[in-house]
C-alpha cells in the first residue's frame, strides 16, 4: 500500500459539514476520507484527467451468469472478501502504472458499497483511496432498511442486491490529486428502484485560473427513458447555478442504442458534449451483447484525449478517461 504523508480517518467516522441539501441522513452522507494535511499547497493545473468507474463493488465482471447462479442457490464468488480486495488491488494497479490509461487526477466511482455483505464488509471507496494514496469523498445513497424491492424489468434483475437489513450501504465517491470544494449531495428523483435510491455529488475543482464545477451521476436504469431524464435534468440544472465551466460524467445506464442516442442529444441541446462517438462500449453483458453506459459530458473546456480502459475486467463496466484543458491554457 502506498502512503504519502495523508491523515487517515475513515474508519467508521465522517467529518462533519456544513452543507445545505436536501438529505434528511446525518451530516447529509457525505464522509471524507484521508484528507491532505492542511499546510499542503494545492497545485495549480491547466489540464486534468478525469476518470470514470462503475466498479461493481469490486465483485467481478460476471453480472448475468453470477446472477443466474444466484437463482439456483449458488451465490458467487465463495471468499467474498478476498475477491474484492484482489480486485481493488488489480484496479489501484491500473489508475497508477500508467500503461492502460494516464493516472486520473479525478476519479469519480459508482457503486462504490460501503461495507456491505455483497461487497465482503469492505469499504470499496476507502480502500482503493487507501491503495492510491488519495483522498476521497463518500456519498451513501440511505437505503431504507427493511423496504422489499419493487418488481423490475427481467433482464435487470441479475444484480446481486443488499440484503434487506444489511448495516452496509452504497453510493457514489470522488478520488482526487485536487482540493476538492463546495462538496454537495444530490438526491436524484426515481420512481421504479424503491431498492436503490440514486443520487449524484457535485464537487469544484480548480484548472488554470478557472473553478470547474464537477458532478458525478448514477443513473437508474429502470423504467421509462422519462425517468433518467427527469434525474439528468436536475444535474444540468444544479450545475446551471455556478458560473464557469462544468463536467458531468458517470454511470447514466443507456443501456440500448436508442437511449444513447437520447441522452446525447438532450447534453448537447443544454451545451454539453462528449468526446465518445455515441455507442462506444462501455458495458458488457451475456456474450457480446455491449452498450454504451458510461459518458463524460464537458462544457467550456477542452477535451485533448481520451479513452476506454477495455482490459479491466473487475466490473461489468469498463472504466473511461478524458483530459481536459481550460480553454485559455497557452
Partial sequence: ?????????????TTETKLKTSSAQPNNGIEFGNQILPDEKPEKRSRLIL???????????????????????YNFPTRRAETILRNIQTTARAFSENVLLPP????????ADKRTGRAGGIHVAARLADELALPYVHVAVGIPRGVRPKQREWWLNFEEQIALHD????????????????VTRIDLPWHDCAWRPRLAIGATVRLGTEKVRLFNVHVDPHGPLDNQHQQIEL????????????????????????????????????????????????WRGAGFVRFHADWIFVRGVRVNRWGVVMPLNVSDHWPIWAEIESPGAV
Fill in 167 to 182: 448495516t452496509g450501504d452504497t453510493g457514489v465517491a470522488l478520488l482526487s490529486r485536487l482540493p476538492l470544494e463546495e
Fill in 1 to 13: 500500500m502506498l502512503t504519502r504523508g495523508l491523515l487517515k480517518h475513515h474508519s467508521g467516522v
Fill in 51 to 73: 476518470a470514470s468507474y462503475n466498479i461493481r463493488y469490486a465483485v467481478g465482471r460476471a453480472l448475468i451468469s453470477s446472477g443466474l447462479l444466484r437463482k439456483v442457490g
Fill in 235 to 282: 444535474v444540468v440544472n444544479r450545475a446551471k447555478q455556478y458560473e464557469g465551466p462544468a463536467v458531468i460524467l458517470g454511470d447514466f445506464n443507456t443501456l440500448s442504442k436508442q437511449k444513447a442516442i437520447e441522452i446525447r442529444r438532450f447534453m448537447e441541446s443544454h451545451g454539453y458534449a462528449a468526446p465518445f462517438p455515441t455507442g462506444t462500449p462501455t
Fill in 104 to 111: 486520473p487526477d479525478i476519479l469519480a466511482l459508482q457503486e
